[in-house]
């Protein structure tokens, strides 16, 4: 089961968030049969999802992230809760996937170096909060720590990893880390933290070697005292029903209804978060319209 926890020193400098979310990727990859590249690209930005959404206040908050670039990757698409719940697609899962020469993921050749990461924060109301930066590099750590510097002027360090077996491309693991600096960080704790993570091994390593989350934020906060806020567990959680495309329908004028019918007297709906199909007969339809009136 994966877990996300946040941390913060006792003297109120530095917030820390780390994720295990080597089940929530697997998922992902499972459902949108994505190759090692797609993968990659949507598991790190799944993780980083996880950790933001959870720093949203309120419960009913949710927020997303559009990483759109102009490699063949298309775009990356993630939303989150507030509880550090997640779900999300790519729009080229079969993006073919290259290497650098150390033989990890290039992952900045699928997203691209040229676009945008917009992030959007919803609390419910009628005008949400969008935040847009330009890619910095398309490996998507490196753009959410550039997103949190430009938009927000939060210093910020995020790790985020995703290891896939290269014999069968298999997720093994996946998680992030997050850190920023909170305003009572003096210079002496921003030394000492720089020193920290320089230190720093890469996420799936520390996982790898039997490291917990709580375990990563002590090791990236080393001499300073930690306490932890949250410790919740975090899935992949879609939230589609039949239902709510019946309430989307209900909003159609009825020749648009009625256009969704294909030939063979059905109307499909395709979820792109978790690739589920939903069909309505003709007759389905026409309860729908005899319901509008």
């Known amino acids: 089961m994966d877990k996300i926890i946040r941390c913060i020193t006792s003297d109120g400098a530095i917030m820390a968030s780390a ?3 080597s089940d929530i990727v697997f998922t992902a990859q499972r459902l949108h049969k994505t190759t090692p590249v797609a993968t990659a690209a949507l598991g790190r930005l799944l ?26 990757l298309g775009s990356v698409v993630v939303v989150a809760d ?15 996937t290259e290497y650098y020469n150390n033989g990890k993921i290039n992952v900045s ?20 909060y969008v935040g847009r930066v330009p890619l910095v590099s398309g490996e998507i750590a490196e753009d959410i720590t550039s997103y949190y510097a430009t938009s927000e002027q939060i210093p910020t360090v995020c790790a985020l990893g995703v290891l896939v077996d290269k014999e069968d491309e298999r997720v093994l693991l996946a998680g992030g880390l997050l850190i920023q600096l909170l305003p009572g960080a003096d210079d002496i704790t921003i030394d000492k933290l720089e020193k920290n993570i320089a230190e720093l091994e890469p996420v799936t390593t520390m996982f790898a070697k039997g490291m917990s989350i709580l375990d990563i ?23 589609c029903s039949r239902k709510k495309i019946e309430s989307y329908f209900m909003g159609l004028p009825e020749d648009e209804l009625r256009e969704c019918i294909s030939d063979n007297g059905t109307a499909e709906v395709n979820c792109q978060f978790c690739n589920k199909t939903y069909i309505f007969s003709e007759e ?3 309860k729908i319209i005899k319901n509008k009136k």
Do not use: W
């Open 109 to 128: 050749a699928g997203v691209g170096k040229y676009g945008t990461l917009g992030v959007i924060r919803d609390y419910g109301s009628r005008d949400p």
């Open 82 to 96: 507030s509880h550090g719940n997640v779900k999300g697609y790519v729009t080229n899962p079969e993006c073919p």
């Open 284 to 286: 389905d339809i026409e």
């Open 47 to 72: 993780c980083a999802g996880s950790m933001m959404g959870m720093s949203l206040k309120q419960n009913n908050a949710k927020l997303t992230l559009q990483v759109n670039g102009d490699g063949p």
């Open 217 to 239: 934020c002590k090791t990236a906060l080393k001499g300073f005292d930690v306490e932890v806020l949250d410790e919740e567990k975090v899935n992949f959680v879609c939230g």
């Open 19 to 21: 994720v295990d979310a």
